[in-house]
């Protein structure tokens, strides 16, 4: 049994060679969790909303330029999506962690942010970071009056960190059920979930296999059309 997390269906594309195929060789058990991922600014930039700061881009072309906390991240994906997608000229500048991306977001060095909650929560909720959606779905339980990307009007967007259980090919579909129910119910433990939560995570207690084989397929599908179109490799 192997924790994975979202860039497993991804590193195939980023590295020239993986020793593994993240459909082929694995049986999904459950998806667990997920982390939304935030866009997030340097409040002296003058944008207020999303459709500010692609206005404010797109006037200022190779002006402006993300952090995120290193190449090959999820984070650093959802940027270049939300630049291809938009036809954006923005520089990504990759840092290493999320500790340091910040704190050059806060000295407006590098003004936007894609980021999970963990590192920019308390900086948004004392307002040296301005957050502008979150590229999910649904809102944060953590910061629920940051609008989604959909609402910010940019309904095409999705993307988040997830983290899920997966087992050899070929386990016996008992094995696979068992350890399915177990996880669960672990996972929705009050005291687990309330910790978990504290850091932004999204609990997805109902997760059966086949949606979590869904979902590897469909987003290896899509982010290797992202690092394929952006030529992304690992250096």
Known sequence: MVVVASPFVSNSFVYDTVPYDPIKDFDPVTLSLTNPVMLSVNPSLPAQTVKDLVALIRANPGEYSYASAATGTRTYFMGESFKQSLNLDLVHVPFNGGGLAVVSVLAGHTPVFFSTPPPVVQHIKEGTLRALAVMSKARSQILPDVPTIAEAGYPD???????????????????????????????????????????????????????????????????????????????
């Open 157 to 235: 967007f999705d993307g988040e960190e997830w983290y899920g259980i997966l087992v050899p090919a070929g386990t016996p579909k008992a094995v696979i059920a068992l350890l399915n129910r177990e996880i669960v119910g672990i996972i929705a433990l009050p005291d687990i979930k309330e910790q978990l939560a504290a850091f932004g995570f999204e609990l997805v207690a109902t997760a059966t296999p086949e949606e979590f084989a869904a979902r590897i397929k469909a987003e290896t599908e899509k982010w290797g059309k992202v690092i394929q179109a952006a030529k992304i490799k690992h250096e």
